[in-house]
């Protein structure tokens, strides 16, 4: 079956610091994606990207930026200049064939950003 | 601009009671899925479904049930509910697979 490891359980760090969240997968798939989301305090989950395993450009939005490396199973978020609104749960996730490429999520990583 | 909308919010119910989790969206999505969210576990998926009148099991389905009678409608029953089902869920739709899916704001159920 396919996994998600998210290893860091909790970081903690200063505004205006960067951070980096690791995702690391596993999958027999040839063909699958990725995702990352955000869980804020509020509950909800917001979705922040996609990537296909085919696409191993990495791509920045504004102060996030995501590196995937198919060569290391590995799909790591950072946030630079880290703001507090940025202290939430991610969770990356991992597009499963078993179950018709629903997702499979991982631990997630509670980030708290101090002022 | 609802998205997608569950009820109740919160829930808590006795051990051997049964309730049904209401998931509405307005998107006209074809994709709707159960999720489940435990500590240190991230989300796990109930049930899902690719369409009206179809439904599949996800990782773990056991204790639970799910309709698709109507395309914006997804339920998810509990006949008889266990502690172990204290939890968090979420519904989410989608227009396809492996996509954006779109999330409702959760249902805290407490299990005692």
């Known amino acids: 079956a396919q996994k998600v490891t998210q290893a860091q359980t909790e970081i903690s760090v200063v505004e205006k610091e960067d951070v980096t969240l690791d995702c690391v997968y596993e999958t027999r798939d040839t063909t699958y994606y990725l995702f990352w989301y955000k869980q804020p305090p509020s509950g909800e989950l917001v979705f922040l990207i996609r990537r296909n395993s085919f696409d191993e450009q990495n791509e920045i939005s504004g102060r996030y930026s995501w590196n995937f490396q198919k060569s290391t199973s590995s799909f790591n978020f950072t946030i630079t200049a880290s703001q507090v609104v940025d202290s939430a749960v991610y969770f990356c996730?991992?597009?499963?064939?078993?179950?018709?490429?629903?997702?499979?999520f991982g631990a997630g990583t509670i980030l708290r950003v101090k002022s | 601009n609802a998205g997608v909308t569950q009820t109740p919010k919160f829930r808590v119910l006795k051990t051997g009671q049964s309730m049904t989790l209401l998931c509405a969206q307005d998107?006209?999505?074809?994709?709707m899925y159960w999720y489940r969210q435990d500590p240190g576990m991230g989300l796990r998926l109930i049930h899902y479904s690719v369409g009206e009148g179809t439904t599949a099991k996800g990782e773990v389905p056991d204790g639970y049930n799910v309709s698709r009678l109507k395309k914006q409608n997804f339920l998810l029953g509990l006949e008889s509910a266990a502690p172990s089902q204290t939890s968090v869920y979420f519904c989410a739709s989608s227009y396809g697979s492996a996509i954006k899916a779109f999330f409702g704001q959760g249902t805290r159920l407490t299990v005692v």
């Open positions: 998107m006209n999505h074809e994709y």
């Open positions: 996730a991992l597009s499963d064939m078993e179950y018709g490429n629903k997702l499979v």
